[in-house]
């Protein structure tokens, strides 16, 4: 029988391999991007028209090709960059298969027009559906210019399954994005339909990020900066307020190839946990430089995907080093209260105190109980003077943040002026903050970056929950004894949910025994709750665990201590006088977690000045 089987000719095989490599307009823009860089370009033109369905061109002052390697470039398995299988190991560059060009030429008209620095003239080679049109001596600089005109003309269903200008121009961008992040230091210029759309100057990482997203995240990144043994973790993290509703700015880069890893965005994520709200996502900009012997870019043709040998401790790295960096830099809408007036002069023989987590472990809520019982008890919460004032020093420091400059990480200019013994300008800086109420629901101050505003529920909630949440954990909370202890009924299964809670309760300082059948009585109860009668009280708390275990999905500990918060909590409509608001921020921003209510809303929000004159000027 005769056989059957035969070579594919070339441009079959090309217009096969390039349904891998060439999937729309942006893929050919990622590989004609990274063969720039690994020909060590410093400066990349970008031209793009109709969202590169009809031109995608890119000009580079690399190191060029000559006559024969630029025919040999459009060859399948034709590289420069790999020569055994043992190099597949210690991959560098970007680009190593040796397949984008070959596959772009299967599947569009194709111009490369290039010039080493050794050589007086450049050449220039067509191509179209792998056929070589012509090659010829041709004018211009050292480095390559390819173009690339009307994409899939000969595949007329591919080019059908492109989307939308608009979609395919954001996939352009999107890849352009990454590129150009991790090569800062390369200058970049991109124009789409004659419009340039960026200009990237050669920068720090933290400059270029400014100058793709806009200046809105000027004060908001702070650096991840952590050495092990087998990764360099480096970047930077949004603070909570630049998380998105969608997934929108996140980015890993792992010896400056952008990959995409869902368990290492866990692993960010879930250091943000408490900071944002569930649905959100967290912004980052994360470079992990790794030895290329323990990864594995091999495993997908684009690239995006990796194996790390290691990737739980890499995850664990993530993680940490993400922790630290919130905990360091106190990571917040910059909450300066206007201290700088009354800051003291600075001083040279004081040592700088490197940023660290502020949490008061000193902090007792009782420990002013003797003082005169308030009508909502929040001024008798105050933590002592130490702790307050360490909360300002964190706060103070959080305006850092604005002076963060991948130069200046190791002594913001602000500490300087400031140190832990100047108690008086801390008792000074909290009269400046000035807080007023607004429509008796909202505690509003002045701060330098503009108008602070504060839920005053939610805050207090997110106070009491986490002085609740300490007390269950260490199992005593105060209170004070009835005097005159009261019986009461519940419903048989209320009395049922109760009966499971009473040692719980006890340890919130809430003593409640059982009398009887559905018969209860509360002897003792903390300074905090509300004077309800006891059924009733005992009620609106059941009824709060009960959602929050429901709703909130929150386990035992977690929903009694929200639901005490959630009675004890002064309510909208309740007035307030200044010392209670002012008690109400300190205590906040004692917090480990200020920022979000123990249900996951926000606790406050800060109006900036540059939007109130946005207002004022519209
Ligand atoms: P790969 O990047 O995987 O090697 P490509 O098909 O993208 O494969 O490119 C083939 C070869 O062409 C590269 O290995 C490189 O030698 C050369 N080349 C491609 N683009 C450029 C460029 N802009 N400047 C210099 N050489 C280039
Ligand atoms: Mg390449």
Request: proline letters at 5%; charged letters at 25%.
């Amino acid at each position: 029988m005769e056989s059957i089987i035969q070579l594919l000719p070339d441009a079959v095989a090309n217009q096969i391999a390039a349904g891998e490599v060439v999937q729309r307009p942006a893929s050919v823009v990622k590989e004609l991007l990274e063969n720039a860089i690994d020909a060590e370009a410093t400066q990349i033109k970008l031209i793009v028209k109709n969202a590169g369905k009809s031109l995608i061109q890119i000009i580079d002052d690399g190191k060029g090709m000559n006559e024969t390697d630029l025919r040999l470039s459009i060859e399948r398995h034709a590289t420069s960059k790999i020569k055994s299988a043992d190099d597949l190991f210690y991959i560098k560059s970007f680009g190593f298969r040796g397949e984008a060009l070959a596959s772009i030429a299967a599947i569009a008209q194709l111009e490369i027009k290039s010039r080493t620095k050794d050589d007086e003239v450049a050449s220039s080679l067509i191509v179209e559906a792998t056929d070589v049109k012509g090659q010829e001596y041709a004018q211009g600089p050292p480095g390559t210019s390819i173009t690339v005109q009307n994409l899939f003309f000969n595949t007329p269903a591919r080019r059908r399954f492109l989307k939308s200008d608009p979609v395919e121009l954001r996939h352009i961008i999107d890849e352009f994005h990454r590129v150009a992040i991790p090569n800062f230091h390369i200058g970049f210029y991109f124009y789409h339909n004659d419009e340039l759309l960026f200009q990237l100057p050669p920068a720090n990482l933290k400059q270029r990020l400014l100058n793709i997203f806009g200046k809105k995240y000027n004060h908001k990144l702070a650096p991840l900066n952590t050495h092990t043994d087998f990764v360099k973790v480096t970047g930077f993290i949004g603070t909570p307020d630049t998380a998105k509703k969608t997934r929108g700015e996140q980015f890993f880069f792992v010896n400056n190839r952008f990959i995409k890893n869902a368990y290492l965005n866990h692993a960010v994520q879930s250091a943000f946990e408490a900071l944002i709200p569930k649905s959100s996502y967290a912004t980052y900009f994360i470079m992990l430089d790794v030895d290329p012997a323990t990864i594995d870019v091999n495993i997908h043709p684009t690239k995006t995907e990796i194996k790390f040998q290691n990737e739980r401790s890499i995850y664990a790295v993530v993680n940490a080093s993400t922790k630290e960096a919130i905990g360091k830099h106190n990571l917040s809408p910059s909450l300066d209260f206007e201290t700088e007036m009354s800051m003291p002069p600075p001083s040279s023989n004081r040592g700088i105190e490197p940023p660290g987590v502020y949490v008061n472990p000193e902090f007792n809520p009782f420990e002013n109980k003797t003082s005169q019982k308030k009508s909502n008890n929040i001024t008798a919460q105050q933590p002592h003077k130490s702790s307050l004032n360490r909360g300002w020093e964190a706060f103070f420091k959080s305006s850092n943040l604005n002076a963060f400059d991948d130069a200046d990480l190791e002594a913001p200019k602000s500490q300087q002026i400031f140190s832990l013994e100047s108690e008086k300008s801390n008792e000074e800086a909290k009269d400046n903050k000035n807080p007023f109420q607004l429509s008796k629901q909202f505690i509003v101050s002045s701060i330098k970056s503009g108008l602070l505003i504060i839920d005053q529920k939610k805050a207090h909630e997110r106070i009491l929950y986490e002085k609740f949440i300490k007390q269950l954990a260490l199992k005593k909370g105060l209170s004070q004894t009835e005097l005159f202890p009261q019986n009461f009924e519940l419903s048989p299964a209320d009395s049922d949910v109760l009966s499971e809670l009473l040692d719980e309760f006890k340890q919130l300082g809430l003593h409640i025994h059982r009398m009887g059948q559905n018969i209860f009585n509360l002897t003792a109860k903390p300074i905090d709750l509300p004077d309800e009668e006891p059924k009733q009280l005992v009620e609106s708390l059941l009824e709060c665990h009960k959602n929050n275990q429901a709703e909130l999905m929150l386990d035992k500990n977690k929903s009694l201590a929200l639901a005490m918060a959630q009675n004890a909590a002064v309510k909208y409509g309740q007035l307030l006088q200044k010392d209670e608001m002012s008690s109400i921020i300190d205590m906040l921003f004692a917090c480990e977690s200020p920022y979000i209510s123990p249900s996951g809303k926000s606790t406050l929000t800060v109006i900036g000045n540059d939007e109130i004159l946005k207002r004022l000027n519209q």
